[in-house]
Structures are given as C-alpha cells and as structure tokens.
C-alpha cells in the first residue's frame, strides 16, 4: 500500500485531521508494536536512555568526569552521510537539477513504501513532533519525524524544539513536513534518502546516522526549506550564525558557509585570541541559518536547530576549550573511542589512551584511527559558554557579512570582499573545496560546493542562484559577502595559517569592512587587505607567508574562472544570465 494519499504535485497543507490519518496509514504500512508520542520531557529522554543501555545499543561513560553521557556506536557501514543514495524527487527532474541525484516520486514512493512495509514488526513506532526554530518565532517551521530509533529520537530532542510545544504549533497552524524514517536492516544496499519537496515529505530508510536519520536537520532545514525558501522569499543555508563584539561595544552578526567538517562549529565557538583583547564571539548557530529579508532592507538570520551534531576528532582544549568544556556532560559521542577509564576519546585528545577503538575491538592502529573521522558529539547549545541569548530571538538577528569558505590547500587566499552582492553571489557559486569523512567517499578531493549546498539544496542550482540574486532588489542594505580560507597548505602539507582562534584577526577586517573603515587594495578577485591591514600583533608569522595567504594568482584564478564557466554551463537555460555576466566580468578583469 502507499502512504501517498492526494495526487503528486502541488504543494499540500496538512490539517490536524491528516496528521491523525498519516500516522494511521504509517502504522497500517509498518506494522510496529507499539505507538509512542514523545512529549520531549526529562523523564522520557531518561527511560530511553535507559532502554538502550539495557539493550546494549548504548553505554553510560564515566559518571564522574561525563556525567549523563553516553557512547553509541553505529553499523560499521553507516558512519557518514549518503550523498550516492540521496534523491530529490520532483515531477519534473529539471527541478531537482543536475546538482541532485533524481527519481520520478511515484517511483520513489513504490520504491520506499515497498522497504517500509511491515519493516516496524517488534519495534516501537515514535511519533516526533518538533519545531526548527523558536518555538514562538513567526520564521521557525515545524515537522513530525516517524522513526523507529529511540537514538534518533534522543538526537531530535538536543537538536530541535521537540515534544508538546512543538505538536500544540501543528495542531493550531494545521501544517507541517513529514517525514517517514527507518532503519530498517542497517544494509546499505536498502538505504535511500528521498526528499518530496512539491509535498514537503521524507522517506528515508536503511540508515540510523546523521543527517540520513535526524530528519530535522539536512532534510527539513536544508533541503525541503531550501524549496519553501524560494517559494516564500528567504533562503535555508548551510551557516554558521555569530555574534562578534569588539571592544568598542559594537556587535556584528555573521553568517558563514563552509562545506561539511571544515570549520563551521569551531568558528561559531572561537575563543578570542589573548593579543585581541576585548573580543568576544558568541554562537547563535553552527551549521544551519534561514534567512529574511527584513522590513528595514537587512537581512534577518534565525538558526533552526537547538544543539550542535559536532565533530569530535580535532577538538581539545587547545583547539577551542569551550567546545571541549561543552561536551563533558549531557552529551551523545557517536562512533568516538574509549579509554580505560570509560571516557570518550578521539584523536587530537591531548591526553588519555583509547582501549578500544570506534567499533568496540580492542584497539590495534593497525585497524586505522581509533574515533572514526567522522565521529560526532551530540549536544544542547545551551551547554556552550559562550551561547548567545540572542538564539532565542523570535525575529533573528540583522545580517552584516556573509562569508564563504571552503578547505583549499592552495589558490584561494585567506580572505577577499566581493565587490556587491552579485558579485558574492559568483563567489558563493564558485566555492570548491577538498571533500571530508562527513560524506562517505573519497576523501581529499577538490570538488565544487557552490555556497556549501551542493549536498543540501533541494532544488536545480541555475534556480538557486536566481534567487539569491533576487535579493539585490529585495535587501536595501545587504550584507557584504566575503570568501576565506584557513587551510592553505606548503609544500610539505603544513597549514600555512594557524587557524581557530586566530580567524578572529580576518573577522576583524571584516568587520572593520563592514564599518567602511578597514583598508584594503582593489585586485582582480575583489577587495583584500594588505598585511598591515589585518591586525597581526602578538601573532608571529613570517612576513613571506602572509604574503603567500595573501597572493592572487592571476594565471591560476583565470583557470579556475574558466573551469567555473564549464561547470555552470551545465545549467543551461536555468543558469541566470545576470551569473554568466558577472562571471564574463570577473574573467575581463583577470
Ligand atoms: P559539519 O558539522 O560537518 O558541517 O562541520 P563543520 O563545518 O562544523 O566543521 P568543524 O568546525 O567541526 O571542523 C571540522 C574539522 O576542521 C575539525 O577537525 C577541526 O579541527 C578542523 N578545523 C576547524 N577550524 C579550523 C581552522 O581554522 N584551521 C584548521 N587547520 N583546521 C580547522
Ligand atoms: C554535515 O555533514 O554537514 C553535518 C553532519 O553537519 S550531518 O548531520 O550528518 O549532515
Ligand atoms: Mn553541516
């Protein structure tokens, strides 16, 4: 049978009423033994803890040093999210675009509704209703998550606004995503991640990690926002949000888009430098931002989420202390070590040994890294020291810079400024970067990640990129748009800039941009500043190495335009002409 109930199409408002009947057919489609509606309380998060650490799905860590923490290790073969499997299915594939992998949504439905027939038999159903954004935001939206994990169901109430308050929004506004979520038999050649965005739905089966599995996250916020996004005048980003105030008593609120694992969380939570006294940054986000286009012609950020799904390897209390301090209670590890002494472990750890590795064996380096790349924390922002109250904002926070990134060991310089908003729309199109264990794949290889939302748009790029250059028009007062890169690396594959804390120096200028105060020269990619622009005291860096951060290379960048031009080209008649012109500009002036 199918779940489907109306014809494929046109967009639907769900009413109360076919909440109700939805989770009836789900129940009739997947069969499951019991029924349970999470409200979201303590109570509820404690028993089903409890019920997996009794099953051994889960194990209690160190109730001194972790309090109420907890380490779950995933099937070997789900570690990372499935970009091969992950399918946007419109009516016509034209929509979904060349930058998605299509299916006809019938074919889809037959597709997925065949994996979940009767593949909730001894299992409990949970029904999750949460909201992504504040719950009294006029901006946030809400779904409902049917799963048949209660480690999804843990994720979903660190990572959304889930339980009673978010069902009493559905139930009074009588419209929502759905989405439909399985593990099914973990086997990856039954996993697929189907997105509906004429129908605001999700089918995703076969897979219990990540942004496969907590539904709220990629699927909703990113790519089925990402469609109502376009519909309704806003944009669904894969951004980090930050608050920055500087000495002087002004705040910023930036917004920034590096593709996966390249440094979104620890820039939300950079911990100023000592030379830079007077600094403060605090997170509103760290991985997802909506944005509007406010009454005053500013751009208005609100992030969805409510917790972090961070990285574990890399973070110490050297890279970022606060993220360290953060995880050390109240927090899932997913697929990280243990030591002896029953504490999580990851490599970048300053101290401790792992005892065992990722996958519970006894650990042998023979067998690789001891955490998996990939391995994540799972934990309330609330827990960060530095969260911004601002977070809970119902109307969001103003936007004055936008900056984009990727992880490019060499052409892209630290920092540059787009000439105008069209011009930081082709700097956001033209991100590339070298792919991470976020995805499984290979790993290292440069490939283009236009805005960081090759993974997450829910629809045709050519489209996408109309859209953003639609708020030219719609913003009187943009923020600027800038691009970054902290991973440049020499010969030898050391980082030629130290990173983390220190990108407070390049946010400065970017601030100080944003101001029209800071300095800069005028080059063929955009603005950049020269060394004595960006504030390098007590930081020691040899002079022909910010030199080196700070080079255009003409004959490379005309290569990478030219490469770039070949790529959007695939775009055809969605590529917006407006693109092509400021792309044949930005070549002219190389
Ligand atoms: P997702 O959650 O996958 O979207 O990742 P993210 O963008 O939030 O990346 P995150 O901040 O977790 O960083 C990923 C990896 O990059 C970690 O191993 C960090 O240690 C490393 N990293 C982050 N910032 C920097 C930096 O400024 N320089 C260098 N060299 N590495 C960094
Ligand atoms: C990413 O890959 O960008 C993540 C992790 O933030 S996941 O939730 O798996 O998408
Ligand atoms: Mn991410």
Same mark, same amino acid.
């Given at each position: 049978m199918s779940v489907q109930s109306d014809a494929h199409g046109a967009p639907r408002q769900h009413t109360p009423q076919s909440l109700d009947a939805w989770i009836d057919e789900v129940r009739s489609l997947t069969q499951p033994s019991h029924i349970h509606w999470c409200t979201g309380s303590d109570a509820e998060y404690a028993a089903l803890t409890s019920e997996l650490i009794a099953r051994g799905e889960c194990l209690p860590l160190n109730a001194d040093s972790f309090p109420e923490s907890y380490l779950y290790r995933s099937a070997p073969n789900d570690v990372a999210r499935v970009e091969h499997l992950t399918f946007v299915c419109t009516n016509d594939p034209v929509d979904a675009g060349p930058n998605n992998h299509w299916m006809a949504p019938s074919d889809a439905h037959q597709k997925m509704d065949a994996l979940f027939a009767g593949c909730m038999r001894g299992r409990t159903l949970y029904v999750i209703p949460y909201c992504m954004g504040p719950i009294d935001s006029p901006l946030a939206r809400c779904g409902i998550e049917i799963t048949d994990s209660a480690y999804v169901v843990l994720n979903m109430r660190i990572m959304t606004r889930m339980g009673t308050p978010a069902l009493e929004r559905i139930r009074r506004e009588g419209h929502f995503v759905r989405g439909l979520h399985s593990i099914g038999q973990l086997d990856p050649e039954q996993r697929f991640i189907m997105h509906f965005p004429e129908e605001l739905s999700i089918k995703s089966f076969g897979s219990g990690y990540g942004g496969n599995a907590l539904l709220g996250k990629k699927c909703h916020a990113l790519r089925i926002a990402s469609w109502q996004a376009r519909d309704e005048g806003w944009l669904a980003e894969h951004m980090l949000l930050v608050a920055l105030d500087s000495p002087t008593g002004e705040t910023h609120y930036v917004a920034a888009a590096f593709p996966s694992a390249c440094g979104k969380t620890n820039l939300a939570m950079l911990i100023p430098p000592d030379a830079l006294p007077g600094w403060t940054v605090r997170t509103i986000g760290d991985d997802i931002a909506w944005l509007h286009p406010g009454k005053d012609g500013r751009l208005w950020a609100i992030n969805p989420e409510s917790g972090y799904f961070g990285v574990a390897p890399g973070t110490s209390p050297k890279s970022n202390r606060n993220a360290y301090e953060m995880i050390r209670r109240n927090a899932i590890f997913t697929n990280v070590a243990l030591t002896a002494e029953n504490e999580p472990w990851w490599e970048g750890m300053p101290a401790g040994t792992p005892v065992k590795d990722w996958q519970g064996r006894? +650990? @042998?380096p023979a067998n690789g *890294? &001891?955490?998996? *790349?990939n391995s994540r924390f799972t934990v309330s922002a609330r827990q960060n020291p530095n969260y911004a109250h601002e977070a809970e904002a119902a109307g969001g926070v103003p936007i004055s810079a936008i900056i984009f990134g990727g992880r490019r060991r060499s052409l892209a310089p630290l920092v540059f400024e787009a000439r105008n908003w069209r011009h930081g729309v082709l700097v956001g199109a033209g991100v590339a970067s070298e792919t991470t264990a976020a995805a499984t794949g290979a790993v290292g290889v440069l490939r283009r990640d236009p805005m960081a939302m090759k993974p997450f748009a829910g629809y045709n790029f050519g489209d996408y990129w109309r859209h953003w250059l639609s708020f030219d028009e719609r913003l009187t007062n943009p923020p600027k748009i800038f691009h970054v890169n902290w991973f440049r690396q020499d010969a030898q594959g050391k980082f030629l800039w130290p990173g983390f804390s220190e990108n407070l120096r390049v946010l400065k200028w970017i601030t100080e941009r944003v101001n029209n105060r800071g300095a800069a020269r005028e080059t063929p990619i955009g603005y950049m500043p020269n &060394?004595? @622009?960006? @504030? +390098?005291?007590?930081l020691d860096i040899p002079p022909e190495t910010l030199e080196e951060l700070l080079k255009v290379d003409v004959n490379a960048w005309r290569e990478e335009l030219t490469s770039l031009e070949t790529e959007l080209s695939q775009y055809g008649a969605r590529l917006p002409a407006a693109l092509q012109t400021e792309l044949s500009e930005a070549l002219k002036r190389l």
């Open positions: 006894k +650990m @042998d *890294p &001891a955490a998996h *790349p &060394a004595s @622009d960006l @504030d +390098m005291q007590g």
